[in-house]
Structure formats: C-alpha cells, structure tokens
C-alpha cells in the first residue's frame, strides 16, 4: 500500500513539475511576442518621429511682399508690345527697384548683388505669368508675394548656425542682416507652401514640388490595375477551377511562385529591354512604368486570388453543381462573387507594394529630371519613389525636408490605397 502511493506521489510530482515548465514556457513566449510588439512600435514611431519632425518645415515657406511697379519701359524696351517682349523682360529690375526702396543702405554693387541673392530665382517667373494672364496690369504697381532664396528660408527655420564662419555657410552677415531689416518692416511672412502641391521638380528646393510625381505615379498605378487585374484574376480563375492538375500546371504553378520572389530590378531590366529597346516606347512615360509594374504585381495579384478562391467552400461548389449549374456558371456566378473581396485587396496591396518600388522606374529612364507635369501617358514624368531617391541626393539643405514631405506624400498614398483594400474588402464581402 505504501510503494502504492509513494508511486502515486511520484506521479503527482512530475505531472507538476511538467505543468511548471509548461506554464513557464507559456510566460517566457508570451514575453517574447510583447517584446516583440513593443520594439516594432518603437521603431515604427522612431521612424514616424524622424520623418515628420523633418518634413513638417516643408509645408511651410517663407515669402517676401513687394509693391512692384511694372513699368511698360522696362517690359517692352522697343516698344511692340509683342508676347515675346514679355517673355524676355528683365523681369529682376523690376523687383530690385521695389527691394532698393526697402533697403537704402545698400551701398555699392557688392551689396547690391549679395540684395538681390535674398530673393528666389523663380521671383520673376512670377510676374512674369501674371503679367501674361492679364496684360492690363502693365504701367501699374501691384502687389506680389514672391518667394525667398531656399538658403534665406533654411536660417528663418533654424538651421543656419550664424555662430560659424561666413567660410561655412552660403548666407552671409550682411544677408542675415538685411533679413531682419526687411522682418521688422513686415515685409517678410511665413505661408502655407501651396508651390509643394501645384509644382513639378526644380532644381531650386523653393520651387520644388510633388504634383508631377503625384501625377505620374497615378498614371501608372491606373495602367498596372487595368492590366493586371483581369489577366491576373482570369489565370487563376482557370488554374485553380479548370485547369488539369498535370506536370504542366505544376510547372506554371513553380513558375509564378518564383516570379513572386523575383528582385524588383529584374522586371526593370525587362522593361527597358521589351518595351523601350525593342518595342520604341518613349523612356520616362507612365505608360512604360504601368506595363513594367504590371508584370511585377502579375504574379502576386495571381497568388492572391487563388487563396481567395481556395477560401471558398467546396459546398458552394456541390450545391450549385447539384442544382444544375455548369461549372462555368458555377465559378462566374457562385465562386468568383465570394472570392472578389480578397482578390481586390491581394490586387490593392500588390499594386501598393509597386508603388513603392523604384529601382524597376530608374533601369527604365524615369530617374531623369522632369519638370512639366504630364498630361498624357506618354509624356515623360518621374514617380514619388524615384522623387524621393532623386531629392534625398541633392546637396541643397532645403531638399532634406522636401524629401521627408514627399515620404510623408507617399505614405498617406499607401495609407489610402490599403484604405480603400479594406472599404471593398467589406462591401462586396457576402457572408454564408
């Protein structure tokens, strides 16, 4: 009887103590997955923080407001009054003449020259469009905002450091100074920077903007959804409803997993040997962009819409078979219906991973400076991921947080996209 519930207590021992090490490796998991969780928080609001503490600036510009007399002498020297005389007007007199009357003590050329490096290239360009939308403002004086050198906006926002050597900077003293002369007559204001949305790219970070990217990259994201969509979807409707299971669909099967896997740079390779070298397209057009992202996402629009189709319930299938259905009429009107959601967000998240990919967009030419927005598929144009490789580059302080904004663009792009994955996944979800 003893040795019986030695035996016994034994027993209850080691039940216990696997019981112990079972619940102590539950703990130990649990704390990994939390731990987990917790570092990939922090490192995504690290990311986050980095981003926008840097990219913020951007949305801000500094402006400068002048009363500049456009003198009819000066916009039409020879008197004809020709579209040409306004396009080729010293447009930089006039606004020099309105900022000498603001700084009287600009003595000789040398401060007169450091005076008009306060001012943006692109001050003239300004008038100049007005003046050519309404040619009755010649010979009057009107009021312009105009934008400020990227390196006068760069020591407004802080990161000037005026306690270095002038050797050190590209603002001088005599700049700062004349700055805070034209800041006390409230000449100088800080605006919402509207050009960061309505511009193309610029080699001056004042006059840069996102709006030919933005233009671009919808383009291609259009032509890869067109195309890829319905090729996508009706091949995995035939492997995974009709076709044979053979060596055959075995090998494509093999195949399109790999593509899947495939570096991105390859199908730019592809591209610009297909569709530019041997097919002519124009280099830099959203249209070769579309076609190249196209044959990218192909293969994961494919994956994602057989697991949407696996998904469905073989009794949907039995029941529409049993009550005389065709197999045809069975995958188009009973199977597919079930399965669209998840075939448009696996198409919805493939086309958001493209639009993040910019190696394939440089091996076929859209990594050229394009400072027009395009209007058409064939125009060149850039893309937000190839805009934020190409400012990121440049050696301009202004461009740092130009490029933040621009991820800041393309991320609130991604966040829509998913948006909408989710907004269709729920409204042609039909529950059984």
Same mark, same amino acid.
């Given at each position: 009887m003893n040795n019986i519930n030695r035996a016994d207590l034994n027993v209850t021992k080691l039940i216990e103590r696997s019981l112990e090490k079972r619940n102590q490796k539950e703990r130990y998991f649990r704390i990994y997955g939390i731990s987990s969780l917790v570092i990939a928080v922090v490192f995504l609001l690290t990311f986050f923080a980095s981003i926008i503490s840097t990219g913020y600036q951007a949305f801000i510009k500094t402006d400068i407001e002048l009363e500049v007399f456009l003198d009819s002498e000066v916009i039409y020297p020879n008197g004809t009054k020709t579209e040409e005389d306004l396009f080729f007007a010293d447009y930089d007199s006039l606004i020099f003449t309105s900022l000498k009357e603001h700084l009287p003590e600009l003595k000789n050329r040398k401060e007169r020259r450091q005076a008009r490096l306060i001012l943006s290239s692109g001050a003239s360009y300004k008038i100049q469009n007005k003046i050519i939308k309404d040619k009755s403002l010649v010979g009057q004086t009107v009021s312009f905002i105009l934008p400020l050198d990227d390196e006068v906006d760069m020591y407004l926002k802080g990161y000037v450091d005026t306690e270095s050597s002038e050797n050190s900077r590209k603002i001088t003293d005599f700049q700062i @100074?004349?700055?805070?002369?034209?800041?006390?007559?409230?000449?100088?204001?800080?605006n919402f920077n509207t050009t960061l949305f309505v511009s193309g790219d610029s080699r001056e970070p004042e006059l840069a903007g996102i709006l030919g990217a933005l233009?671009?990259? +919808?383009?291609?994201? %259009?032509? %890869? +959804?067109?195309?890829? +969509? =319905?090729?996508? #979807?009706?091949? @995995?409707?035939?492997?995974?409803? +009709?076709?044979?299971? /053979?060596?055959? %669909?075995? !090998?494509?099967?093999? /195949?399109? /997993? /790999?593509?899947? @896997? #495939? =570096?991105?740079?390859?199908?730019g390779l592809l591209g610009l040997a297909i569709f530019i070298n041997f097919f002519g397209f124009p280099r830099s057009a959203p249209i070769v962009g579309g076609l190249v992202l196209s044959l990218m996402t192909f293969p994961v629009v494919i994956i994602a819409s057989r697991a949407a189709l696996k998904s469905v319930p073989p009794s949907i299938r039995d029941a529409a078979l049993g009550l005389g259905a065709s197999k045809i009429q069975t995958t188009l009107h009973h199977v597919v219906p079930l399965a669209l959601p998840g075939m448009l967000t696996g198409s919805i998240v493939g086309m958001a991973r493209a639009l993040g990919e910019s190696a394939p967009l440089i091996m076929i030419g859209m990594v050229a400076f394009v400072v027009d927005i395009p209007t058409s598929i064939t125009e060149p144009s850039a893309a937000l991921p190839v805009q934020v490789f190409l400012w990121s580059d440049a050696p301009e302080r202004g461009f740092a947080e130009k490029t933040s904004a621009a991820i800041m663009a393309l991320l609130v792009f991604l966040l829509l996209m998913n948006s909408l994955a989710i907004w269709l996944r729920n409204? !042609?979800?039909?529950?059984w």
């Open positions: @100074a004349l700055v805070e002369n034209l800041i006390e007559k409230d000449l100088i204001h800080r233009v671009g990259s +919808f383009m291609m994201l %259009t032509i %890869t +959804f067109i195309i890829s +969509f =319905p090729l996508a #979807v009706s091949a @995995a409707i035939y492997l995974e409803e +009709f076709a044979k299971k /053979n060596i055959w %669909t075995d !090998f494509l099967e093999v /195949n399109i /997993n /790999n593509l899947a @896997a #495939v =570096p991105s740079i390859i199908y409204k !042609f979800q039909i529950k």
